[in-house]
C-alpha cells in the first residue's frame, strides 16, 4: 500500500523555492492528484504524472513553458527527500525535502 500524502504540504527546494502541495485525490494503485503553487508566484497548477509507493514517490508540476519533475524517497520515519529537475532543461535541477511525517495507507475505500 502507498504512504497517505493526501492533505496539504511543502516542498522545500534548495534553489530557494517552496512547492506548496495539496493532494486530493489517491488511488489504491498508488496515482495521485491535486495542485501545486510555487510560493510567491502566481497561480496554482495541477499536479501531473503522480505516483507513490511505501519507498518512493514522483510527480511533475508544470510552471509557465517548463514542467518540473520531482522524485523522492521516505526516510524510515516517513518523511521525504528528492531531487527535482526540469524536464525541458535537466541541467536545472535543486535537492529537496518535505519536513511532515506520512504514514502507510492501511485501508482505502
Do not use: C
Amino acid at each position: 500500500m502507498p504512504k497517505n500524502i493526501v492533505g496539504q504540504w511543502d516542498v522545500v527546494q534548495s534553489n530557494g523555492f517552496t512547492v506548496h502541495m495539496e493532494v486530493n485525490k489517491l488511488a489504491q494503485n498508488g496515482s495521485f492528484g491535486g495542485t501545486a503553487s510555487v510560493v510567491g508566484t502566481a497561480g496554482v497548477r495541477e499536479l501531473a504524472n503522480g505516483r507513490v509507493t511505501d519507498d518512493e514517490i514522483t510527480f511533475d508540476v508544470p510552471v509557465g513553458n517548463v514542467t518540473g519533475r520531482y522524485t523522492g524517497r521516505f526516510d524510515s520515519g516517513g518523511r521525504l527527500t528528492g531531487n527535482g529537475f526540469q524536464i525541458e532543461h535537466p541541467e536545472v535541477q535543486a535537492t529537496w525535502f518535505v519536513d511532515k511525517q506520512f504514514r502507510r495507507l492501511d485501508n482505502m475505500d
